[in-house]
T-cell receptor, first 115, second 113 residues
Framework: AQKITQTQPGMFVQEKEAVTLDCTYD???????LFWYKQPSSGEMIFLIY??????QNATEGRYSLNFQKARKSANLVISASQLGDSAMYFC????????????FGQGTRLTINP | NAGVTQTPKFQVLKTGQSMTLQCAQD?????MSWYRQDPGMGLRLIHY???????DQGEVPNGYNVSRSTTEDFPLRLLSAAPSQTSVYFC????????????FGSGTRLTVV
């Protein structure tokens, strides 16, 4: 079974600072994908970034990067130069690349950006 | 493209009533799934489908039925609503590998009284 753990229920960061949201995972699969989603107060789920387990380079998407450390089974999200609009819930998730595409979520981290 | 469309956005049911939450996608995705989100918890998988005619149970399937007669549609049926089913429901779809990300609908907020 796959499991995602997000140990930070809430984080408070000053605007323009970088922020790291922690995510550790557990799986016996060799091929898996790691995802981060943002959920603003409006409730929609917004896909941010994806990392495949065989990708050697860390994924980046604009101000978002995924710090993938396979041996430690961690997939932390780094947001550079945070903005007020980054205030939201952030979910880490994973799936098995082959076979049934079940997406397993962590409990989330609520990020608040202070002006 | 509309992406993933969920209806209704809000619903109040009485205990014991049945209803169907609709989900449709226009991206030709093979994989579709239903999640529920409860306060303080992440999303939990209810049912999923890897293609038309193929469905399977997720983590919390009790009290829910699904079917997938077309690639586009994946309705979720509540057979006899219970207060424990008060939640926000999300439908999601993706291509088979999921690497491009799962696209979520805007959610249905269901209250069972």
């Amino acid at each position: 079974a796959q499991k995602i753990t997000q140990t930070q229920p809430g984080m408070f960061v000053q605007e323009k600072e970088a922020v790291t949201l922690d995510c550790t995972y557990d799986t016996s699969d060799q091929s898996y994908g790691l995802f981060w989603y943002k959920q603003p107060s409006s409730g929609e789920m917004i896909f941010l970034i994806y990392q495949g387990s065989y990708d050697e380079q860390n994924a980046t998407e604009g101000r978002y990067s995924l710090n993938f450390q396979k041996a430690r089974k961690s997939a932390n999200l780094v947001i550079s130069a945070s903005q007020l609009g980054d205030s939201a819930m952030y979910f880490c998730a994973m799936n098995r690349i082959q076979g049934a595409q079940k997406l397993v979520f962590g409990q989330g981290t609520r990020l608040t950006i202070n002006p | 493209n509309a992406g993933v469309t969920q209806t209704p956005k809000f619903q109040v049911l009485k205990t014991g009533q049945s209803m169907t939450l609709q989900c449709a996608q226009d991206m030709n995705h093979e994989y579709m799934s239903w999640y529920r989100q409860d306060p303080g918890m992440g999303l939990r998988l209810i049912h999923y489908s890897v293609g038309a005619g193929i469905t399977d149970q997720g983590e919390v399937p009790n009290g829910y039925n699904v079917s997938r007669s077309t690639t586009e549609d994946f309705p979720l049926r509540l057979l006899s609503a219970a207060p424990s089913q008060t939640s926000v429901y999300f439908c999601a779809s993706s291509f088979s590998t999921g690497g491009g990300g799962y696209t979520f609908g805007s959610g249905t907020r269901l209250t069972v009284v």
